[in-house]
């Protein structure tokens, strides 16, 4: 995979961005979890007897796992992002630097792009001849 080095700023801009929002939203979704579980269990405490039945019992058992599942894989989450929502909120001058420096890449990249050359001698005229006009129209 050959991506241009605007594209690898611009992907390292977006995780250091997207950072401090990806940790917020995991620390949330562990909470939420949380009390999920916490319902499940009061629920259970208030309101199981022996005549409740196996089958609520088994779909609170079921939701149970799952919420601490969503809770795992946020918590994950929530650990990997942790140092890097810090970096970015406590290098926020740096950030507006690598948007600088994604900028003039960029515009390097373009004129390369756009780049053409113009002779500076005759040479090529007396090398080609009327032949260069011809080439140089199919390129163009």
Not at 101 to 128: F, H, P, Q, S, W
Request: one cysteine or more; hydrophobic letters at 35%.
């Amino acid at each position: 995979m050959n991506q241009k080095p605007s594209e690898c700023i611009e992907q390292f801009l977006e995780f250091i961005q997207e950072a401090p929002a990806k940790h917020d939203k995991a620390r949330q979704d562990i909470s939420t979890a949380d009390r999920e579980v916490q319902d499940i269990l009061h629920w259970l405490e208030f309101n199981y007897n022996a005549t409740t039945g196996l089958s609520p019992i088994m779909r609170m058992v079921a939701a149970e796992t799952y919420a601490q599942r969503r809770r795992r894989e946020a918590k994950k989450t929530a650990e990997v992002f942790s140092p890097v929502s810090e970096w970015a909120l406590s290098n926020a001058g740096i950030k507006k630097s690598l948007e600088k420096l994604l900028e003039k890449v960029r515009g390097i990249e373009k004129d390369m792009e756009n780049r053409k050359y113009t002779d500076k001698t005759d040479i090529m005229d007396r090398i080609l001849g009327p032949e260069k006009k011809i080439m140089e129209d199919k390129e163009g």
